[in-house]
Nanobody
Framework: QVQLVESGGGLVQAGGSLRLSCAAS????????MGWYRQAPGKQRELVAS???????YYADSVKDRFTISRDNAKNMVYLQMNSLKPEDTAVYYC???????????WGQGTQVTVSS
């Protein structure tokens, strides 16, 4: 199995930036997809961005041109650089990894991001 630990959340004013980090440990060699999801109060969890082992990325329309996902395979880390933050970006952000031996994925515990107006 894979264990994921997120960090980097916090309180920031609108227009500011935060960088989230996710550290993976355990059986990491077969991870082929990592992603960031978020869940705001009263809303469903949604995919924000993902990155495949080959480097291809996906972004939700709401974060395109503001967020950047990146991955350091050597360190088993994935990052989410968030710029031009908006109050509607306020949510708990979760890291998820999917591997060939755990296709349903593993989740981190989440990190709170709060953007004040």
């Amino acid at each position: 199995q894979v264990q994921l630990v997120e960090s980097g959340g916090g309180l920031v004013q609108a227009g500011g930036s935060l960088r989230l980090s996710c550290a993976a440990s355990g059986t990491t060699f077969n991870i082929f997809l990592m992603g960031w999801y978020r869940q705001a109060p009263g809303k469903q969890r949604e995919l924000v961005a993902s990155i495949r082992s080959g480097g291809s990325t996906y972004y939700a329309d709401s974060v395109k041109d503001r967020f950047t996902i990146s991955r350091d395979n050597a360190k088993n880390m994935v990052y989410l650089q968030m710029n031009s933050l908006k109050p509607e970006d306020t949510a708990v952000y979760y890291c998820k990894a999917v591997g060939s031996t755990f296709l349903t994925g593993s989740w981190g515990q989440g990190t709170q991001v709060t953007v004040s107006s």
